[in-house]
């Protein structure tokens, strides 16, 4: 190749193989934190999910026939209630993630950044699917049981789906009220931190970082 043509080649090119190890780890270590933060910090105040239809939280789909038997004995308000406090909890949990969330962030290997960074839009979120869905669930299920144990019609609805339960209609672990929010606060969360992602992917300079646009950029 003679020197003309390399002259064209503009001086501020960058591909990915021209990343060095330490630059990934630390623009994904960045990503994830900046995703995280966002994620919670719009979903862990008052309507952070009641007001987002995206992430708002229903009635689970297969007690649909529950909370019709509910409504036609006049407890319609309840179930209305029920679902203000469904997404209550999940917006007083969702700050609980935060330190499990910046946890998983420091065991994340340079191979683990290599692998979110060639991902596809979401591999950062999956990222954290993988490494704190299971101890969340468990940190979640506390919160959200004792907020949602203040609305004395939780009782009365888990024992609609307990029965529906016995007859092999729910999910056993579908049937208590408590267990569908606290997956469904959890998606909310993934969901949001995939949105920012996304984001970041999209318009690395937008992010305020010289390290994410460097690093994103590169994938451009």
Not at 94 to 121: E, F, N, R
Not at 179 to 204: A, S
């Amino acid at each position: 190749m003679s020197s003309g043509i390399l002259a064209i080649v503009p001086a501020h090119a960058f591909s990915l193989a021209d990343l060095s190890a330490g630059d990934a780890s630390q623009g994904m270590k960045l990503a994830l934190e900046k995703g995280a933060s966002a994620a919670i910090g719009l979903l862990g105040v008052q309507d952070g999910f009641m007001g987002n239809d995206k992430v708002r939280i229903g009635l689970p789909d297969a007690l649909n026939k529950g909370a019709r038997m509910l409504k036609t004995l006049g407890m319609g308000q309840q179930l209305d209630a029920l679902t203000l406090q469904m997404n209550r909890a999940a917006e007083q949990a969702v700050p609980l993630a935060q330190k499990a969330l910046m946890q998983s962030i420091q065991t994340m290997s340079v191979q683990d950044a290599k692998g979110i960074l060639k991902g596809g839009d979401t591999a950062v979120t999956q990222f954290f699917v993988d490494k704190t869905r299971a101890p969340l669930s468990a940190q979640f299920l506390p919160q959200v049981t004792q907020v949602l144990g203040q609305l004395g019609v939780v009782e009365q609805f888990n024992a609609v789906a307990g029965k529906l339960s016995s007859m092999g209609l729910v999910p056993k672990d579908k049937a208590l009220l408590e267990n569908h929010v606290t997956g469904k606060t959890l998606d909310g969360l993934y969901y949001m931190i995939g949105e920012e992602e996304k984001k970041i992917r999209q318009n690395p300079a937008q992010a305020g970082s010289a390290l994410l646009s460097k690093v994103f950029g590169a994938l451009r």
